[in-house]
Antibody, heavy 114, light 112 residues
Framework: QIQLVQSGPELKKPGESVKISCKASGYTFTDYAMHWVKQAPGKGLKWMGW????????TYADDFKGRFVFSLEASASTANLQISNLKNEDTATYFC???????WGQGVMVTVSS | DVVLTQTPSILSATIGQSVSISCRSSQSLLDSDGNTYLYWFLQRPGQSPQRLIY???NLGSGVPNRFSGSGSGTDFTLKISGVEAEDLGVYYC?????????FGGGTKLELK
């Protein structure tokens, strides 16, 4: 069956960087886009952008341009999200979601605290 | 960006009751390709979102048929015909017709 398995929780200090992974299985990785969605504690869902898993081209929502990078390890069917120069407001759960959002990863909680 | 307004924000229901959630868009969600990219999700406590409905009215894989979606243009509705305990959580609508995709603010379904 289709699975998106994300990496584990992260505790970081302001200014540090973090890299989150999303490993896909059960389908051809390059056939479907991969989206990233942010959920701050107790808040709703916010679309961050997506990456074309065939070409590797990323597209970022306006609020996620600059410190956020989507990348692929296509040979490993893995999509990655890297956040640099972390800020307190980056504290959130980050989800990956496939294609038309039919499958989601379990989410990664990133906590930014000094 | 397209704004999706969900009402109510909190919905109290008893088991077996039928309920509806409204999602109104600030722009028509009918795409030039003829599709309307409106989705409904359920996020149970501590879990990732689960897609219930895609393209306004199509039931997602494995989703019980007590869930149904309807609407067009700017007004959309999710109906649950007979709430069950496993249906409790937060419901979100989402549009992907206009970039960037946007989510509604959510409707929390709780037991009365």
């Amino acid at each position: 069956q289709i699975q998106l398995v994300q990496s584990g929780p992260e505790l970081k200090k302001p200014g540090e960087s973090v890299k989150i992974s999303c490993k896909a299985s059960g389908y051809t990785f390059t056939d479907y886009a991969m989206h990233w969605v942010k959920q701050a504690p107790g808040k709703g869902l916010k679309w961050m952008g997506w990456i074309n898993t065939y070409t590797g081209k990323p597209t970022y929502a306006d609020d996620f341009k600059g410190r956020f990078v989507f990348s692929l390890e296509a040979s490993a069917s893995t999509a990655n999200l890297q956040i640099s120069n972390l800020k307190n407001e980056d504290t959130a759960t980050y989800f990956c979601a496939r294609g038309q959002f039919g499958d989601w990863g379990q989410g990664v909680m990133v906590t930014v605290s000094s | 960006d397209v704004v999706l307004t969900q009402t109510p924000s909190i919905l109290s229901a008893t088991i077996g009751q039928s309920v509806s959630i409204s999602c109104r868009s600030s722009q028509s969600l009918l795409d030039s390709d003829g599709n309307t990219y409106l989705y409904w999700f359920l996020q149970r406590p501590g879990q990732s979102p689960q897609r219930l409905i895609y393209l306004v009215s199509n039931l997602g894989s494995g989703v019980p048929n007590r869930f149904s979606g309807s609407g067009s243009g700017t007004d959309f509705t999710l109906k649950i015909s007979g709430v069950e305990a496993e249906d409790l959580g937060v419901y979100y609508c989402m549009q992907a017709t206009h970039a960037p995709p946007t989510f509604g603010g959510g409707t929390k379904l709780e037991l009365k």
